[in-house]
């Protein structure tokens, strides 16, 4: 149990037994005391403890395991193992390119402005498809709208091994065309190989180590 659960815990408790107070002594509401102990007892540590609740689901709605909880999900998860370098999110997840805790997050997340509301929303989707929904097969799941040049920027942009890097400047205005939006990073022949979970069956996969050596001098 982490912090933010273990104060949940504890004002959802308290709020309960003030309110049983409250409820078995309403004389105690007579007087002025009580009627601000009530007042907290319904309003105020309810509130609290909903807020504290709310973050903190909003804060694991990030993770990574939580994305891959559903099963549907789960050839998604398997393909960020896969030991091939042209499966784009492999690579960063093994890389790690981008933290992998949160590597869902942080690759699906739209970075205008409101993009972590919108992620959240489009996420509280997904839960309402997998408990109230019909669920997709794997292979049918698509993108809510095509995959930006921006989400890939908000990392790349101005990294010398990418401004530099030959296949980035095949033609003088290609590197240009990139981040203008106009040449898609996800182009037939670039970067155009994400999951590919139906051809899961035919990959081989990485295992990643769970424990190393310390040093010693």
């Known amino acids: 149990m982490n912090f933010a659960v273990f104060v949940e815990v504890v004002l959802a408790f308290l709020?309960?037994?003030?309110?049983?107070?409250?409820a078995f002594r309403t004389e105690l509401t007579r007087a002025r005391g009580g009627k601000?102990?009530?007042?907290?007892?319904?309003?105020?540590?309810?509130?609290?403890?909903?807020?504290?609740g709310f973050n903190a689901q909003?804060?694991?709605?990030?993770?990574?395991?939580?994305?891959?909880?559903?099963?549907v999900m789960s050839d998604y998860g398997r393909s960020l193992?896969?030991?091939?370098?042209?499966?784009?999110?492999?690579?960063?997840?093994?890389n790690r390119f981008v933290p992998r805790s949160?590597?869902?997050?942080?690759?699906?997340?739209?970075?205008?402005?409101?993009?972590?509301?919108?992620?959240?929303?489009e996420g509280l989707h997904h839960v309402y498809v997998q408990y109230f929904g019909t669920v997709p097969k794997p292979d049918a799941i698509r993108l809510y709208h095509p995959y930006s040049n921006?989400?890939?920027?908000?990392?790349?942009?101005?990294?010398?091994?990418?401004?530099?890097?030959?296949?980035?400047?095949k033609t003088p205005t290609m590197l240009g065309d990139i981040y203008s939006g106009k040449l898609s990073c996800l182009s037939g022949h670039c970067h155009d190989t994400m999951h590919d979970i139906k051809?899961?069956?035919?990959?081989?996969?990485?295992?990643?180590?769970?424990s190393y050596a310390t040093p010693t001098h």
């Open 150 to 169: 921006r989400e890939c920027l908000h990392c790349h942009a101005g990294m010398r091994r990418f401004d530099e890097a030959t296949e980035h400047r």
């Open 81 to 94: 193992y896969v030991d091939d370098p042209s499966f784009v999110p492999a690579v960063h997840f093994q």
């Open 36 to 52: 601000i102990l009530a007042f907290i007892a319904l309003f105020i540590l309810p509130g609290l403890a909903s807020w504290v």
């Open 199 to 210: 051809d899961l069956s035919y990959a081989t996969f990485w295992k990643e180590r769970t």
């Open 15 to 22: 709020a309960l037994v003030l309110v049983l107070l409250v």
């Open 102 to 121: 949160h590597a869902c997050y942080t690759c699906h997340t739209d970075y205008a402005m409101f993009g972590g509301v919108r992620a959240k929303l």
């Open 58 to 71: 909003m804060d694991r709605s990030e993770s990574t395991q939580f994305c891959l909880s559903c099963h």
